[in-house]
């Protein structure tokens, strides 16, 4: 299993000491750099501006809205950023949700599998220079003859050539459906909610999608980069106190992440068994009551999200995370220091 550095996306700031973080990670074996966006910034810009000075990490987006760009355009941002970092590029990519992509982007949101199957088949298309790009799906149609069209469209291949023809996508998703069609179609998985205790669940999920005609990887060729963060402590007391601290970023993905219809981060705890404390959470998040939502997640749930503990417990955990498929886990750091102990220890 390897190691990524997790970056985010930013807050209301961009955040001080990433190039020391990214350093560090380099020096210290990491595989990957990955970078985010929401609502704010966005991934692309970070991962170049970071990840010029580097020359060995991968560096990936975890994960571009599709719904921000063209599946062309995004098509472009991977190619050349493949070309500026000699082939390192990890293109993760995912649907979002529907009051970002309606909210935000203007777009409509529904039928995202369909929407997905067609972005990555573009995005192929223009990374092979095949042939020129066309597409007859109803989401991306190209080129477009829509309402409104001259139609003048003309199919066209990219003027450059890509450094690779085939950029490995990995895909972010959360539903048996999604997670199936992942498997099918894409190079690698992003789940926002894996864990040892959770594995088991997504299992079938994903043969079913490597069982599919035409699915390009197997189980032992397909990636998954699962996503906690990782602290090391020395005692009980301190555990139990980043432990809390977690807790509000927990009850936001439970309960703040969504409305109240569609909330598909509450869905995956439901599945996870919790049920009924997904519906309280949220119901107090939407609220208002941040606080009170937070205080019901329990102790166990966020020790099972994340990888928290002495030296020993953490080097137990991250053996368990291995044992259930992850091939990387990607993980968040507050300091250069924590990013060279925890290679260290897991060396």
């Not at 298309?125 to 095949?130: D, N, T, Y």
């Not at 003048?152 to 085939?166: E, S, Y």
């Not at 999920?205 to 032992?220: H, I, K, Q, S, V």
């Amino acid at each position: 299993m390897k190691l990524g550095l997790q970056l985010g996306y930013w807050q209301a700031q961009p955040p001080t000491g990433v190039a020391e973080l990214v350093a560090a990670a380099e020096e210290s074996g990491f595989d990957a750099i990955f970078t985010a966006e929401a609502w704010g910034s966005d991934a692309f810009t970070p991962l170049a501006w970071w990840g010029k000075d580097t020359s060995r990490v991968r560096l990936g987006t975890s994960i571009v809205q599709m719904s921000g760009r063209a599946p062309t355009s995004i098509a472009m941002h991977a190619l050349t950023l493949d070309h500026l970092t000699g082939g390192r590029l990890i293109l993760g990519m995912g649907v979002s949700g529907p009051q970002v992509v309606e909210g935000w982007y203007g777009q409509p949101f529904a039928k995202p599998l369909a929407r997905t199957r067609e972005v990555v088949d573009i995005i192929r298309q223009v990374l092979a220079r095949e042939a020129p790009v066309t597409n007859d799906g109803p989401h991306y149609p190209l080129p477009f003859r829509g309402e409104g069209s001259i139609g003048l469209g003309k199919p066209l291949k990219p003027i450059t050539h890509p450094l690779r023809a085939d950029i490995p996508i990995w895909l972010g998703a959360e539903g048996p459906k999604n997670v199936a069609q992942t498997a099918e179609i894409a190079d690698g998985w992003i789940p926002i909610f894996y864990t040892p205790k959770s594995a088991g669940m997504y299992q079938p999920w994903l043969d079913e999608g490597f069982a599919r005609p035409g699915a390009r990887r197997t189980r032992e060729t397909f990636e998954i980069a699962a996503t906690c963060h990782m602290q090391i402590v020395e005692n009980a007391e301190q555990k139990q106190m980043v432990i809390d601290a977690m807790k509000p970023y927990v009850s936001l993905y439970m309960g703040g992440m969504g409305a109240e219809s569609m909330n598909f981060h509450n869905q995956v705890f439901t599945r996870m068994g919790y049920e009924e404390l997904s519906a309280q959470v949220q119901q107090l998040y939407l609220s208002g009551e941040k606080d009170k939502a937070t205080a019901l997640i329990p102790d166990e749930l966020v020790d099972d999200l994340h990888i928290i503990g002495t030296p020993a417990e953490v080097q137990d955990k991250v053996a368990a995370w291995e044992d259930t498929g992850v091939t990387t886990l990607l993980l968040s750091f507050r300091n250069a220091e924590e990013i060279r102990r925890t290679a260290e220890l897991l060396a």
